[in-house]
């Protein structure tokens, strides 16, 4: 078992997201920023930098140790509520998704390393049960990344599903399209969304049709609770989902009335995020309760062989005994850069260059 890079920042860190880099001369090589979202005592929004190591690789005359270093606090800001997912618009536009039930868009300002800023720009109430409480928003997803007309989906402990651009928050639909908490939302295409239920299900929802769930998928033979959900980034017939057993449930749904499904299990508890590798979709990206990350190789050559004994890689440390609650993997690098966020109160950092990272 492979061991993670460790920086206590005493927060329970819930979420985790990459910034793209940003255009022009205000992005430099030499520095890449990410976002963390903690709930608890600091429920609160932190901008971080850390080194661009394909940039290092450049220079190495440079061989000054930062591992004890992995990232830079930069900025700061509260947050309405615990930070239950984070998703980058642009280099400078994030959305949050919030326990009280609020999606809300900030502004990120670049200046020096001690002159960078994090600003609320628009809030609103995506997510209420019937009597008018407000119910956890427990996931959202953007796309296109970088674009004027981006879209927001978010979903929640209501049931609901809910879109709205970008740009006009209050121009927000929502729909109902479970009668339990919804786990995990993305977009396989620009007009179809899809989501994962406790209930164990997985739902395809098409926005040209919005009075109807157009699919619905259940393995039948076990009784799982979905705890998130992603989609292929080239594959939009590839969905994955993680469980509450600590399995990866791999979907091709190509036939929506009789979708297939492979079953990897490669964690001990609940797996509470689930990502194809950004520059090798042949591997799932975990984390997990249990402590732990793991990298599946889902595709084979050959016979496809005994799936549970297919290559997994785990990465975990000494230093971070409870749950890996977020990852995300940077898609903008040579080298391959995960950071992950934990209920230790710490960051988690593993960077190596991406034919290294895809052994085992």
């Not at 989902?241 to 609940?270: C, Y």
Request: proline share 5%; with cysteine.
């Amino acid at each position: 078992m492979n061991s993670l890079q460790v920086q206590p920042v005493a927060r329970t860190v819930t979420s985790v997201r990459w910034l793209p880099p940003r255009a022009g001369n205000a992005y430099t090589d030499t520095d890449l920023h990410f976002i963390s979202g903690s709930s608890s005592k600091h429920k609160e929004l932190v901008l971080w930098t850390t080194t661009n190591p394909d940039f290092k690789q450049l220079n190495d005359s440079d061989t000054t140790d930062d591992t004890n270093a992995l990232a830079s606090l930069v900025a700061k800001t509260s947050h309405d509520g615990d930070v239950h997912a984070i998703a980058a618009a642009s280099s400078d536009t994030i959305v949050t998704a919030s326990s009280f039930g609020t999606i809300s868009i900030y502004n990120i300002g670049y200046g020096t390393e001690k002159d960078c800023s994090l600003s609320l720009r628009e809030s609103v109430t995506a997510h209420r049960f019937a009597n008018g409480e407000p119910a956890v928003c427990t996931a959202l997803a953007v796309q296109p990344i970088d674009a004027e007309d981006a879209e927001v989906a978010s979903c929640g402990e209501d049931g609901k599903l809910s879109y709205a651009p970008i740009s006009r928050l209050d121009a927000l639909q929502s729909h109902e399209v479970d009668s339990t908490v919804i786990t995990g939302i993305c977009w396989p295409t620009p007009t179809q969304l899809a989501i994962s239920t406790r209930a164990g299900q997985v739902k395809l929802f098409d926005r040209r049709t919005p009075s109807e769930v157009s699919s619905v998928f259940v393995d039948p033979s076990q009784s799982y609770d979905f705890e998130c959900i992603t989609s292929h980034p080239s594959q939009s017939f590839r969905l994955a989902t993680g469980t509450n057993t600590g399995a990866v449930l791999l979907w091709d749904i190509r036939n929506p009335k009789q979708p297939t499904m492979e079953a990897f299990n490669v964690h001990e508890s609940n797996v509470w995020s689930v990502q194809f590798h950004p520059t090798d979709s042949s591997k799932i990206v975990s984390c997990s309760e249990d402590a732990s990350l793991a990298i599946t190789q889902w595709v084979t050559g050959g016979s496809s062989g005994d799936s549970q004994n297919r290559g997994v890689r785990h990465l975990s440390s000494f230093f971070n005994a409870l749950s890996i609650n977020c990852f995300d993997i940077c898609p903008f690098t040579r080298t391959s850069i995960l950071v992950a966020g934990s209920d230790s109160g710490n960051l988690l950092m593993e960077k190596s260059p991406a034919n290294e990272f895809s052994m085992f």
